[in-house]
């Protein structure tokens, strides 16, 4: 019986696809996975992306089309396994910090991605969180160029 796949967006990626509007290969490789697949994210991803499109109003021109971005969020997170922040993710971002030099959020998001059970695929934008991933000996996808870097940084600052 082949492992199924947990496929998780840390909040980089997550902003290229709602804000940017990104069509990435990174999500294109999950969806033609040959394995049944699980998508998953960390809870603090919500947090990072509501921060990031209210610090960004202006960018989406009026009140209503912020108000439709966060209900798509919303509906779009029946899909997804939300990892909770707890003491182990906690736990597990403060040794990361720790070997790795993640700021917290990134750390966060790895841990997150590293208390999940099964094959996990971790797709980021992150070039720090790439690495520190590939050192703790998860897959990564990262090939996804964002069209404006900025916001992808930004997020995870």
Do not use: C, W
């Not at 967006?9 to 290969?25: K, W």
């Amino acid at each position: 019986m082949e492992t199924r796949r947990v496929y998780f967006y840390d909040a980089s990626v997550l902003v290229e696809s709602y804000i940017e509007g990104s069509n990435s290969e990174a999500f294109e490789t999950q969806q033609t996975a040959a394995a049944p697949e699980i998508e998953a994210i960390s809870r603090v991803s919500l947090l990072e992306i509501t921060s990031l499109i209210v610090q960004r109003s202006s960018d989406f021109g009026n009140d209503l089309s912020r108000s439709v971005l966060f209900s798509m969020i919303e509906a779009d997170m029946n899909r997804f396994q939300v990892v909770e922040m707890g003491g182990a993710v906690i736990n597990r971002a403060i040794s990361l910090i720790r070997r790795h030099g993640l700021k917290a959020l990134q750390a966060i998001q790895l841990a997150s991605a590293l208390l999940i059970t099964g094959k996990v695929v971790l797709l980021t934008l992150d070039p720090e969180i790439e690495k520190a991933a590939k050192l703790e000996g998860l897959e990564v996808v990262s090939s996804i160029q964002p069209t404006n870097p900025e916001p992808s940084s930004e997020v995870l600052n």
